[in-house]
């Protein structure tokens, strides 16, 4: 792929982003919330779901899908639950594994509001320890096929190529809100495609 195709398809995923994210905040919360339980049911009857130990989850934002009662599953299911760790200032992620919710609720806070395990919280780190069997991804869009645009920051993609080469590769479940289902995304060779997305598909979108 030249430098040009490359440019060109970074302007097409920002401009989509904006189109997306646009359309997000004109969500109702009662639909967001409503659309969240329909996709909570489906990860938690899903037969990957059920046979993975090790579970990699997102602390949602007001724009994705509410992930917290999948946290409280894990918990209770006596599952593994490992969380996101950024480091906005290099692009690295991992997943640190946390052990209880109350301990969720008394982590710092990011820029986004989100707990985050701090640096010098020393915890089992997934590109140390392996051992994620699942990972439940957050999206700023998806194609129903399985290709996924972040928020611009490649961490997702970084740490995916970290760990699947070192670790057998987890499988890869987007979550969505339907208005982030869209019918295609301009895709680079970096850009891991999910193995399944899971949104309302009852919803006319």
């Known amino acids: 792929m030249s430098s040009a195709d490359n440019m060109e398809r970074f302007a097409a995923k920002a401009a989509l982003r904006t189109r997306i994210k646009i359309t997000l905040k004109q ?3 009662s639909e967001r919330t409503r659309q969240s339980i329909e996709v909570t ?7 990957k779901y059920a046979s993975s130990r090790g579970i990699a989850v997102f602390l949602s934002m007001n724009d994705e899908i ?18 996101p760790r950024y480091q906005e ?26 707990p985050q395990p701090s640096e010098i919280d ?25 290709h996924r ?3 611009g920051k490649g961490f997702y993609d970084k740490f995916l190529i970290t ?5 057998k590769p987890p499988y890869l479940i987007g979550l969505a809100l ?11 060779l970096n850009d891991f495609k999910m193995d399944e997305i899971l949104y309302d598909n009852l919803v006319n979108h």
């Not at 760990?163 to 670790?167: A, D, E, H, M, P």
Request: with cysteine.
């Open 66 to 83: 509410d992930t917290s009662n999948i946290v409280r599953d894990i918990f209770d299911s006596g599952k593994h639950c490992f969380i």
């Open 122 to 146: 020393q915890r089992e780190d997934c590109l140390q320890t392996g051992g994620l069997d699942l990972i439940l991804t957050p999206g700023l869009a998806f194609t129903k096929a399985g």
């Open 163 to 167: 760990y699947s080469s070192v670790y």
């Open 41 to 47: 049911k489906q990860v938690l009857a899903h037969p």
């Open 178 to 188: 339907t208005p982030s289902i869209v019918d295609s995304i301009p895709c680079t």
């Open 89 to 114: 200032s290099d692009g690295h992620m991992t997943m640190i594994r946390m052990h209880t919710y109350e301990e969720l609720e008394s982590l710092p806070r990011t820029k986004w509001n989100i």
């Open 27 to 29: 969500l109702q919360c």
């Open 149 to 151: 645009l972040g928020r």
